[in-house]
């Protein structure tokens, strides 16, 4: 049978994360070389939204679509952004968007809203605006009104730059990934045996020589802290905050090979490039130790703009248990006294938690002690979310100690039912980690992540009730076009019937 080469009859039905509400009046709009985007009681925040807009327009359609101000709806043809009239209990991340054959108008509460259904609008438009070339038209989007908010309010990704290297750019091109599927929290894994990949100015060996290594020997690298705060401003752009992670007191070898002094023995072991876990551990009895970790956290809570700093705390093998509480409930104090809020591994569960520390739910049922100190937990169970372990046995990346993740098993899990203990009102969100023994290459990261990501960011958002794998499965085919349009070199997994790109 011949393919056709008919564009796909616009619909809502192909949207990734599924919309709180979707209701489909049947007619379209047609995208044409006159429109503009024009954004109402335009601050320069929301003008930025809508330039946001246009740039990801502009490329495929070959228009010149401009973001401009305007009091009151434009005329007929035109996208509208608006702040005005919007319901406040859609959030500060929830949208209304309404198609008319004459008009999208996007409606929002907050900036951050309007940026979540800007993603939607895209997804409407046929898979070809994402290209980089001027594609044929027409641009066509079917009519009707979606209201959207998101289920819980941390929906994350991680990244290990610090197993192996990701370059700025790297980096950025997973936070515009991230920006398309509404996710709203990356995550940075910078430090760990193998690596510390961020400029300590008071400590500049961390960087320097802790930097300079990486998994299998490689080079390593590091942010300078004015790259570090390029990537933060590049992903507040995008309404998702950076949360930077510094392990410890295990996962250090990286930093105790900089410094002979933070060593109990006062010898700097060699640099680290296995992929064991579990042997290194600061010296908890030295103050020298605190007087470290509280320069770091000074230094990392002035380059992060959000409330939060992570401080591992996972593996700690190589120490005492006793050592391990008094050390960690001393860097909660130190956190907090740099007016952040502390992040740990579950294994943080064991200390007397202060309000408002979080706990990372990964592989024990430590997270359930946690949520019984009433401290809010982010679900990430390794056996759904690691996107390091292999598909199936056949995937040359990755590991599979958690098993192997199918995009099936990604998708089909409730974090409210996931460990017993924690529930709805205890569950801040879900993040899916990256580590990255395994992955050297942004096409290698590409890989792990789709399509899986697209499902975590569904769980993440959508009501649970409305979530059906049959359904999911059947989007996610229409994805790949998509994808496709934008380079990413994704998973073809056997288990979706990929839909072909057909212009
Ligand atoms: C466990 S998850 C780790 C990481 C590894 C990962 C590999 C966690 C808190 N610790 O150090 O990179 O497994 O899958």
Known sequence: MPITKTAPTPSFNNLIPRPVSIDESGQIFIL?????????????????????????????????????????????????LTATGNNIDLGNEGYELTITPDQVTLCAHRPAGLFRGIQTIRQLLPASIDSQEPQPGPWAMATGTIRDYPRFAWRGAMLDVARHFFTVPDVKRFIDLMACYKLNHLHLHLSDDQGWRITIKSWPNLAIIGGSSAVGGGPGGYYTQEDYADIVAYAQDRYIMVVPEIDMPGHTNAALASYAELNCDEFAPALYTGIEVGFSSLCIEKELTYKFIDDVIMELAALTPGPYIHIGGDEALATQITAYKTFMERVQAIVQAHH????????????????????????????????????????????????????????????????????????SWDPALQLEGVSEEAILGVEAPLWTE??????????????????????????????????????????????????????????????????
């Open 340 to 411: 952040k809020q502390m992040i740990g591994w579950e294994e943080i569960a064991q200390i007397n938690l202060l309000n408002p520390s979080i706990a990372q739910h990964w592989c024990s049922e430590l997270a359930r002690n946690a949520a019984g100190q009433g401290a809010r937990i982010i679900m990430s169970p390794a056996s759904k979310v690691y996107m390091d372990m292999k598909y199936d046995p056949s995937t040359v990346l990755g590991l599979s100690w958690a098993g192997c993740i199918g995009v099936q098993d990604a998708y």
């Open 32 to 80: 044409t070389n006159t429109a503009n985007i024009y954004v109402e009681s335009a601050t320069t925040e929301m003008l930025e939204i809508g330039r946001y807009l246009a740039d990801r327009l502009n490329p495929a359609t070959g228009f010149d679509i401009q973001a401009l101000p305007t009091s009151g709806r434009p005329m007929s043809g035109n996208i509208f």
């Open 438 to 503: 395994t992955i050297q290459t942004m096409q290698d990261i590409e890989f792990m992540v789709f399509p899986r990501l697209p499902g975590y960011a569904e769980i993440g958002w959508s009501p649970a009730t409305s979530r059906d794998w049959q359904d999911y499965r059947t989007r996610l085919s229409a994805h790949g076009p998509r994808l496709t349009r934008l380079r990413v070199n994704f998973y073809r997994s056997p288990e979706i019937d990929w839909e072909v790109d057909r212009r």
